[in-house]
């Protein structure tokens, strides 16, 4: 029987929402959000919210840099966690911030470092602390982006190797990776790879 000294609790359809939206989310809402609005596959959204403190340290990051959460998803999975494992390291514990995690994807997304140089980054960051963008500045490793530059320099590793050019007029398509190869080689891996292929194919026309 209903105690007649309580009066009875009426609560409105607002009232459940707000409360529904107080409840902090659970693994299985968020890894449904995470494939859903995100766009992550089952597998990344899986392992990110298989560790509540990986969550909060890849929704951290997203908070700072929203616009391309699968690439933070493959840089966190496939880079981050793998040096935290070789070290022995609690995400928690990351040398790495979220802040200066989302500030080397930006690095990247906008074009400033290629993906190769952005591993070096990622390395000297775990490693000192420094920030993604006082790297890049102190060691120089813009992407090279300027057209003229890189026609330059795939003019001169083409004088360079004439047998690799006639082989591929010949219908040798392998060789323009060797190519590519080459001119990375003479940027230090700073070239724009996808300028550099276009380049390379404009040239051998």
Do not use: C
């Not at 997203?62 to 959460?69: A, D, H, T, V, W």
Request: a negative charge; proline letters at 7%.
């Amino acid at each position: 029987f209903p105690d007649p000294d309580l009066l009875p609790i009426v609560l409105k359809d607002q009232d459940i929402e707000n409360i529904k939206k107080s409840l902090p989310e659970l693994p299985d809402q968020k890894y449904h959000r995470y494939v859903e609005t995100l766009n992550l596959p089952p597998y990344d959204a899986e392992v990110l919210t298989s560790d509540k403190n990986l969550a909060i340290y890849f929704e951290q990051v997203i908070s700072i840099f929203p616009q391309n959460p699968k690439i933070v998803s493959n840089w966190i999975l496939n880079e981050l966690l793998g040096k935290l494992n070789d070290k022995g390291i609690d995400i928690e514990n990351s040398p790495i911030t979220p802040q200066s995690f989302a500030e080397l994807i930006s690095l990247i997304v906008d074009g400033t470092i290629s993906g190769k140089i952005a591993k070096e980054v990622f390395d000297i960051a775990f490693e000192t602390g420094k920030s993604p963008k006082q790297i890049v500045e102190e060691k120089g490793l813009k992407q090279i982006s300027n057209e003229d530059e890189i026609r330059n320099i795939v003019k001169s590793v083409l004088e360079k190797h004439p047998a690799e050019v006639e082989k591929y007029k010949s219908g040798n398509e392998k060789i323009l990776g060797f190519l590519v190869g080459q001119v990375m080689k003479e940027t230090k891996g700073k070239a724009n790879p996808q300028l550099v292929n276009k380049i390379l194919r404009e040239e051998l026309a």
